[in-house]
């Protein structure tokens, strides 16, 4: 009897320790891995293209022209801890801008009655320019919105021609570089650790250079240039 009640208690006990071993064991949480912010410090380079609107003036008459702006850029950011980001940035553009304009017909006399023609155009051009600029920005992790500025430069040729069937023909030019200044803003986003898309527009304002030719009794001439540039660009971050 006592053997019996022996093994009764031996099997209980082994059972509940079998049972507890079977209860559910907490379990420590494990930590979220979260993927460290974006840092926007440091150089990068890279192209950007896209459309300029130029705005001419020589005398009273103005020209507008839609044309092509394309070429490379390089600066350098840094990121401070309050997500604000200040950098430096220069570029140099090649464009399209070159739209010739009859401005002004007059009718002249011509030989045994005939009916001639004197007609004026002007030809505002830009081949190249280029900028260097401050920028400011506010950082979103990979997302910065930003605002630039700074001094512009740029080559400006405009050619005043008077075509005639019954005069002889005129065409008076002059090429400067023109320096002025240029505002505007963007944004830009991190595709990984190293490429950076962005876009921007901006405004430039090339002044009144002197022209140094002369149209007669209009000595001294000047001509006003300014522009609206949108681009879109890619950069590569050092």
Known sequence: MKIY??????????????????????????????????????????VHAGAVFGNSELLEYKVKDTAFIGGAHAGYNLQLNSNVVIGVEGDIDYTSLSE???????????????????????????????????????????????????????????????VSNVIESVSYSSTKTAVGWTVGGGVEYAIDDHWVARGEVR?????????????????????????VSTTLGVSYKF
């Open 5 to 46: 009640a022996a093994t009764i208690a031996l099997f209980v006990v082994s059972t509940s320790a079998f049972a507890a071993d079977l209860s559910p064991q907490s379990v420590e949480p494990i930590a979220p891995v979260v993927a460290p912010a974006f840092n926007w410090t440091g150089f990068y380079a890279g």
């Open 100 to 162: 010739n304009k009859l401005v002004r017909t007059l009718t002249l006399a011509g030989p045994r009655d005939s009916v001639g023609y004197l007609n004026n155009y002007v030809k505002p051009e830009s081949e190249w320019q280029g900028s260097v600029r401050a920028r400011l920005g506010y950082a979103f992790d990979r997302l910065l919105p930003y605002v630039t500025g700074g001094v512009a430069f740029g080559d400006e040729r405009v050619t005043y021609m008077q």
């Open 203 to 227: 405004y430039t304002d090339f002044g009144k250079p002197d022209l140094n030719f002369s149209i007669p009794n209009n000595d001294g001439l000047k001509s006003s240039f300014n522009e």
